[in-house]
């Protein structure tokens, strides 16, 4: 049988933690990062609606830092050089339509519509 080593970020790392603890998991290791065991549903509801309100593209690189600048804001304070790092590597250009775009898949905010309102507990499986 196949055995990986999974690194997961935020959703990854969610992922990653309930498929470790199945039975017969392939996952012989994993690295969890940005996230944990237990999401209270406040700090969803932030993350949804940064989601949902996130502009789909961005005309320059600089109105794009100025987005990350504004909604990452508390995680706290970094240096020029460190928000240009994080905008260069969160966006890309579209050729086709002449600017930048988020390096996300656009329909993980699907997953915040929910109308229901519940933390995440996954101490069971970690």
């Not at 992922?15 to 290791?29: E, K, N, Q």
């Not at 940005?34 to 109105?63: C, H, M, V």
């Not at 600017?99 to 656009?106: E, I, R």
Request: glycine share 8%; hydrophobic share 40%; proline share 7%.
């Amino acid at each position: 049988s196949t055995e990986v080593d999974w690194i997961g970020t935020s959703l990854g790392g969610l992922v990653g933690m309930v498929l470790a603890a199945l039975p017969g998991s392939p996952i012989r290791r994993i690295v969890i990062n940005d996230i944990g065991p237990y999401l209270p549903w406040a700090g969803l509801l932030r993350l949804g609606a940064n989601l949902n309100d996130a502009p789909k593209s961005f005309e320059t690189i600089e109105q794009a830092e100025g987005y990350y600048r504004r909604v990452l804001a508390p995680f706290g304070r970094l240096e020029d050089a460190h928000w240009r790092h994080l905008t260069t590597h969160s966006v890309a250009w579209s050729v086709e339509g002449r600017c930048f775009k988020p390096l996300c898949d656009p329909n993980i905010a699907h997953a915040f519509r929910n109308p229901w309102h519940y933390s995440i507990d996954l101490w069971k499986h970690w």
